[in-house]
């Protein structure tokens, strides 16, 4: 069974103190915010003033996030 490693990105609204799950990226994206998939996405440039977290996880081979007790980095 393979997996992939997703980055979930989670946005802070103006009314909830906790993140709300926004979407997932494929790969262990680093930065503060999610950058936009193309030039013409306008409202995803908007996203540079919001608050965002990250959590980085694993896709199974079944499709179901899976979050990693540890990542190992050499």
Do not use: C
């Not at 946005?11 to 997932?24: A, G, L, S, V």
Request: aromatic share 14%; charged share 30%.
């Amino acid at each position: 069974m393979s997996v992939q490693m997703i980055t979930m990105w989670y946005k802070y609204n103006d009314k909830d103190e906790e993140p709300k799950f926004n979407h997932i990226e494929f790969g262990h994206v680093s930065g503060e915010y999610p950058k936009p998939k193309h030039p013409s996405y306008s409202n995803q440039k908007a996203w540079e003033k919001s608050d965002w977290e990250r959590k980085y996880a694993v896709l199974d081979g079944n499709n179901k996030i899976v979050e990693p007790v540890a990542i190992w980095i050499d």
